[in-house]
């Protein structure tokens, strides 16, 4: 059922005329992936700045909060920028990514990582102020970092499986991975 609405609403888009524009415009992709990959170098870079902070890793004679209060304004743009050129991204090529087992896992993961992030930044806020000078932060926050941590770089990865998917609809025949990848039609064919 979710899968069908998907792939009819998938198959909306790419009917599109600027969903064709952006995949056949001579720059217009390149241009779109880059801005995506840079924000996302960005973004991330700042969060694990933060994320490696909270386990002492980088900078242990710096406060806490000053790195995550310096680091918040490039991470948020980056993080906007990022997600709009996903979205543009999706809406390119919106058949292809619905029914991409590796776009579904990266959702699913990104979904997770900003409930973490948002669970995160309110312990942080909510912790007691002693520990911000503290060479690692406590244990609750240093979970949350490694959560943060391991999301993200599931994220990434499964962002850069997307474009070679070998999880090709019509040359799967387990109907499990059919269904976890919405390939609509190869399933009701079974």
């Not at 942080?124 to 520990?131: L, Q, S």
Request: hydrophobic letters at 55%; aromatic letters at 12%.
């Amino acid at each position: 059922m979710i899968n069908e609405l998907l792939l009819q609403f998938a198959q909306y888009l790419e009917a599109q005329e600027y969903s064709q524009m952006l995949v056949s415009g001579y720059y217009s992709w390149n241009w779109l992936e880059a801005t995506h990959v840079l924000t996302l170098m960005i973004s991330i870079g700042s969060l694990f700045i933060i994320d490696f902070r909270m386990l002492g890793w980088v900078l242990p004679g710096v406060s806490a909060t000053a790195i995550a209060d310096r680091l918040h304004k490039p991470m948020i743009i980056g993080f906007v920028i990022m997600f709009i050129t996903g979205l543009l991204l999706v809406y390119a090529k919106p058949v292809e990514n619905v029914q991409s087992l590796w776009f579904r896992i990266k959702m699913i993961l990104l979904v997770l990582a900003f409930i973490n992030a948002w669970v995160f930044n309110s312990r942080m806020r909510a912790a007691d102020g002693t520990w911000d000078s503290a060479r690692v932060a406590p244990k609750g926050l240093r979970t949350g970092a490694i959560i943060s941590l391991s999301l993200w770089c599931g994220v990434v990865a499964m962002g850069r499986f997307i474009p070679y998917d070998w999880v090709d609809c019509p040359k799967v025949s387990n109907t499990a991975l059919l269904w976890a990848s919405g390939c609509v039609e190869q399933l009701n064919a079974l």
